[in-house]
């Protein structure tokens, strides 16, 4: 299985995206990385500061990196990840969660003989798009390798059962203003939640018993959406920020908060369709469910502006 025959397609997204320099620099990451690891007999997957799906994201692309270099993978999240509990008995993050990614534990590797990395892979997962034929490929090492503990699933599926409650609803993530930073930079601007609700009623127009799911590290989001779509709106009961900004992972968080990030991309994975914006959390739920219909505001819109703009 490879992710690395679609050069051309790379090299259009990039272009509407602004990163044409980045596809060949990562490619060429990709294959040097790839080469380094040939030389151990294992890899230890490390943590880095950062949200709880784009560790998830860091640890498919070493997945692939793994399998493609002949070493085995293990994954240790230690103290210094965001979502490390100290009651917890387990001394890994990602064992809180889920299972081991191989036959090799962490704590067994010979260090000698054993890689280690906090790497992300854009050259498997690139930061700013998702195209199908990548889905359907890295879906696959998503199904094969990383699978939720038993115990964790059944919590989630009893927090989400009861949200659920048999009724077909439209999927949405949307990040609060505390990534318009980096939006402002890749997109010239944070895009209005009109554009969400664009695509949400283009789905509602016509069922009447389709409602909408919402996943949302911003409070002041949830009311904007339940002003404009009542009871048809549904939530998780999750900690977020009052205001707008959405910054709540990044403070750091424990078991519980990592448990609540987890169970809401496995509800959005679920609709009949899902509406995001960026979003590791987003781009993991697409990965997950290659089949899942998704729609990124950003490419079907910011990047109308940016085009504008570059010609004007």
């Known amino acids: 299985m ?111 003989k054993a890689f280690q990395s906090s790497r992300y892979l854009y050259g498997v997962i690139p930061e700013r798009w998702v195209d199908e034929e990548r889905r359907r490929n890295i879906g696959q090492i998503i199904s094969d390798k990383i699978k939720i503990r038993p115990e964790i699933l059944e919590q989630i599926e009893r927090r989400n059962g009861g949200l659920i409650a048999g009724r077909k609803f439209v999927s949405v993530h949307a990040r609060g203003t505390a990534k318009s930073e980096d939006l402002r930079y890749q997109y010239r601007g944070v895009l209005p939640l009109e554009y969400y609700w664009r695509e949400v009623d283009r789905y509602l127009h016509g069922d009447a018993d389709l409602a909408v799911y919402l996943a949302t590290d911003s409070e002041e989001i949830v009311n904007k959406f339940k002003k404009r779509y009542g009871d048809r709106l549904f939530t998780s009961q999750v900690k977020r920020s009052e205001e707008e900004t959405g910054e709540i992972h990044l403070k750091g968080g424990n078991f519980e908060l990592g448990l609540e990030v987890l169970a809401d991309c496995c509800l959005l994975r679920k609709g009949v369709a899902l509406v995001h914006g960026v979003s590791n959390v987003s781009f993991a739920a697409a990965y997950w469910e290659p089949e899942l219909k998704h729609i990124d505001v950003y490419q079907k819109y910011a990047w109308q502006s940016r085009r504008r703009w570059l010609w004007s």
């Open 2 to 112: 490879s992710v690395g025959n679609n050069f051309v397609r790379d090299i259009r997204y990039a272009w509407l995206n602004g990163a044409l320099t980045r596809v060949g620099a990562d490619r060429n990451i990709l294959e040097n990385y790839i080469r380094e690891l040939r030389v151990y007999e294992a890899c230890v997957i490390k943590a880095r500061p950062v949200g709880f799906f784009s560790l998830w994201l860091e640890v498919v692309g070493q997945l692939y990196a793994c399998k493609q270099a002949g070493v085995k993978p293990t994954v240790y999240f230690g103290p210094d990840c965001l979502y490390w509990d100290e009651s917890r008995l387990e001394r890994n993050v990602w064992d809180y969660y889920f299972e081991p990614v191989s036959d090799i534990d962490w704590r067994q590797v010979d260090e000698r």
